[in-house]
């Protein structure tokens, strides 16, 4: 990397160490990052001052029922007490519930899934079909055409910096991730191509580290049936 | 197998982990009597809230119980590493509550000068003694640099959102942040010398 190709991407770099990029500056940056020695030293050198920054607040006394409720969770966990998963899907999993990369604004969008409702369905030229739901505000809209379709999302919250969107079908009850992984624009719409929707019978999306998952690591953000 | 009580107090963090990871709940409770304060301190300076802190802090240690198996210890101590968790998904409730202002404070000097409650052990002492050199340093930084790294790191907020909040170009708010980040890092080195 040249001086001054080095000198643009440096600017960046303490946004990006204090997780305040936007989505797309930080895939980017993640990427030149990957090729450039000299901006992963300079990330290393400033890691122990962000690492530090939650040690500056203010100290308070967490609630002894804190400890209480976590740990009495965590024993009726340890003994396989936990309740099992809905067995509608393992999508819903209340492990996937619990994992790192899950945020409540995904979890409220997931409850508010649960309440959704069909605003429409029709037909269209050329055997086309459009189903549409709308969950909380979040509108979601999955355009059939042929074996294929696309997924497109309207009003989605604004995500961490460090997450996408990765888009899941089951098929014969089994999930596989859509390749294609996106983000959402600044007006909050997002769309992604599903190339084969055959035998496809629910399609989801759930919000993922950058780079995608393999197997979903949060609750999704939205589910839609998929009428056969 | 669950180790007993008095075991998992005397090992160190990065040895709990893979005890974390077999479900062994006598090693995570030691790990939540370690951090949990600092957890529940870093989920309320974030949401404001003693509910909502309470929830947020409650389900990162739940995710770490459940993907204890994730922690690199390469990419740093489990403190660090814990307390981003608790970070993310106090933003993440931030984001979720549409139109609501994440708390800030900015001049909040007895905040910053309050000292936490009685150290236990050597180890948190030191820790101590780094957070008020961190406290410190913080405090010591001009207005404008420490105003800039509050909104990213406890606010969420991107180096746009930012500039458009505070109306100021991109290149300023980029340049405080790293001006204010390389006075806390520079402190830190002094410290350590």
């Known amino acids: ?10 600017e960046d770099l303490p946004a990006y160490v204090l997780g305040a990029l936007e989505p797309t500056e930080a895939a980017a940056f993640e990427r030149h990052l990957d090729g450039c020695r000299r901006c992963r030293a300079e990330v290393r050198w400033f890691e122990p001052a962000v690492a530090t920054l939650p040690e500056s607040v203010e100290r308070r006394e967490p609630p002894r029922s804190l400890r209480r409720s976590l740990m ?6 340890a003994k396989g007490e936990t309740p099992p998963p809905p067995a509608r899907s393992r999508w819903f999993s209340r492990d996937i519930l619990l994992r790192p990369a899950i945020g409540l604004a995904v979890l409220t969008l997931t409850v508010a899934a649960v ?10 030229e050329g055997g086309a079909s459009t189903e549409v739901m709308r969950e909380h505000g979040v509108t979601v809209k ?19 910096p460090t997450k996408v969107l990765e888009a899941w079908v089951r098929r014969n009850g089994t999930m596989e991730p859509v390749p294609a992984l996106f983000v959402p624009d600044r007006a909050g719409r997002a769309s992604t191509m599903i190339a084969d ?20 690591t949060s609750v999704p953000i939205v589910t839609m049936s998929i009428p056969r | ?43 309320y300076r974030i949401v404001g809230d003693r509910a909502a802190a309470e929830e947020v802090t409650q389900e990162a240690f739940i995710s770490v119980w459940r993907s204890g198996a994730r922690f690199d210890a390469t990419r740093g101590s489990v403190r660090s590493w814990l307390l981003s968790v608790v970070r993310n998904r106090a ?17 909040d000097d007895s905040a910053l000068e309050q000292r936490p409650a009685a150290e236990r052990t050597e180890e948190e002492a030191l820790r101590r003694e780094t957070a008020g050199e961190v406290r410190g340093a913080l405090g010591a930084l001009p207005r404008e640099q420490s105003q800039v790294i509050e909104l990213a790191y406890f606010g969420g907020f991107s180096h746009s959102e930012i ?6 170009p991109m290149g300023t708010v980029k340049g405080r942040m790293r001006l204010g980040l390389e006075k806390i890092r520079a402190e830190l080195a002094e410290g350590l010398a």
């Open chain 1, 142 to 160: 999955m355009v059939r055409e042929g074996n294929g379709g696309t997924l497109e999302l309207a009003n989605v919250r604004r995500m961490p």
């Open chain 2, 1 to 43: 197998m669950a180790v007993r009580r008095e075991k998992a107090e005397r090992l160190a963090d990065e040895e709990l982990m893979p005890l974390v990871s077999d479900r062994d709940p006598e090693a995570f409770e030691v790990l939540y009597d370690r951090h949990g304060g600092v957890a529940y301190s870093l989920a």
């Open chain 2, 91 to 107: 933003i993440d409730f931030l984001r979720s509550k549409a139109g609501r202002a994440p708390k800030l404070v900015f001049d």
């Open chain 2, 163 to 168: 500039a458009e909040i505070l109306g100021l």
């Open chain 1, 197 to 216: 929707m055959a035998g496809v019978d629910a399609v989801m999306v759930t919000q993922e580290p950058q780079g995608g998952s393999e197997e979903p």
């Open chain 1, 115 to 124: 309440a959704g409702y069909e605003l429409g369905k029709g037909g269209g």
């Open chain 1, 1 to 10: 990397v040249s001086d001054a190709g080095h000198t643009r991407w440096s």
């Open chain 1, 72 to 77: 009495a969770e965590v024993r009726a966990d």
